[in-house]
């Protein structure tokens, strides 16, 4: 049993009650490599912004859960190197599905989890989520509950279609199951193809899709019935489209890719929303660069040459993140 505390880690309470108070949101970047996890780190300790590290099952299933956790541990030393004196660092896992994955990972080290049974019966996601907060609260770890469910599809979060939190059930579900924070479903989806395209209109100067609006209506009713009670926003990718024109324009084939505009995560930041999830735009922002290197420098075959700027674009987009869209920058000297 390690206590996340002894890695110089932090759970997520403070962090979610001085965001609210101060009308930011903390990004949770997901990681699955050196480079990613670099990035964020260079990131974070550049602004001064609390982050939250995120593992999914799928990256553990990746990179091994052990490795990924010693990784956040050395992060935590890594920042300290980068001269950020009071790094404020979680550990989280992403999407947990069962009692098994969250209990593994409270073991090991993470200083927060989420227990995502927002595809079962409410009763037996209550229940479940229950167990999960009674295990990880002995040992002052912070847990994500969710309600509503997000459309889209990635390799283990997967709906067709999405469907509303229901505000009328989330004060009887914080209650019944002590969580810390409630993932909301507000209209956000996974992956880079948020919306399909005969849910968007088109712009008629650029041709790009314009997604429908968010469903703030639904947010305001959940922030009325638990004011002042943490609120994540999953699958919030903005899609830059430069990185998608980047990645077509040296072969890939992105069609209709498209996400959450910055305006509205900028809105939602500064409301009880505390906690944004972000993973496609890196992956993004990631792919754009090697496929540029790959394209006009057929040579090269040193991986540092590719993952190099690979790791520089995505460090420009995680600050670009924290500063413009979140406004966490500064807020862990
Ligand atoms: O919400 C899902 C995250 O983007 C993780 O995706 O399951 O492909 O690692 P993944
Ligand atoms: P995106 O696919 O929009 O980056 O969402 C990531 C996420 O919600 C991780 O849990
Ligand atoms: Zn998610």
Excluded at 32 to 52: F, G, R
Aim: aromatic share 8%; proline share 5%.
């Amino acid at each position: 049993m390690v206590n996340y505390k002894d890695l110089g880690l932090v759970n997520t309470r403070e962090m979610f009650k001085k965001a609210i108070e101060g009308g930011y949101a903390i990004p949770a970047f997901n990681f699955n490599n050196m480079e990613q996890l670099q990035a964020i780190i260079q990131a974070a300790a550049e602004t001064k912004s609390p982050v939250i590290l995120q593992v999914s099952k799928g990256a553990r299933a990746y990179a091994n859960q052990t490795l990924l956790r010693y990784m956040a541990e050395g992060a935590v030393q890594y920042a300290k190197e980068l001269g950020w004196e009071h790094p404020q660092i979680v550990l989280h896992l992403d999407h947990g599905d069962s009692f098994e994955l969250c209990k593994s990972c409270i073991d090991m080290g993470f200083s927060s989890v989420m227990i995502d049974g927002s595809h079962l019966p409410y009763e037996e996601n209550v229940a479940l989520t229950k167990k999960v907060v009674d295990y990880a609260h002995q040992f002052d770890v912070t847990v994500e509950g969710e309600l509503g469910v997000l459309a889209g599809v990635e390799d283990d979060v997967k709906a067709e279609h999405h469907t509303y939190t229901k505000p009328e059930e989330v004060v009887d579900f914080t209650t019944k199951t002590g969580c810390d924070s409630l993932a909301i479903s507000i209209g956000t989806s996974h992956g880079a193809n948020k919306f399909k395209p005969e849910q968007c209109t088109r712009d008629p100067k650029t041709g790009r899709l314009v997604p429908p609006p968010l469903a703030f209506d639904v947010l305001d009713g959940v922030m009325k019935e638990l004011p002042g009670f943490p609120i994540v926003l999953h699958g919030s990718s903005s899609v830059p489209q430069e990185e998608v024109d980047t990645i077509n324009k040296y072969g890939g084939a992105l069609k209709d890719a498209i996400g959450i505009p910055e305006e509205e995560l900028r809105k939602a930041a500064k409301s009880a929303v505390c906690k944004i999830n972000i993973d496609s735009d890196s992956r993004l922002a990631m792919t754009a660069a090697i496929r540029e290197v790959f394209a006009t420098k057929p040579a090269e075959f040193d991986p540092r040459k590719y993952l190099g700027p690979a790791r520089e674009n995505m460090k420009k987009l995680y600050i670009h993140k924290i500063i413009n869209v979140l406004g966490s920058d500064g807020k862990a000297l």
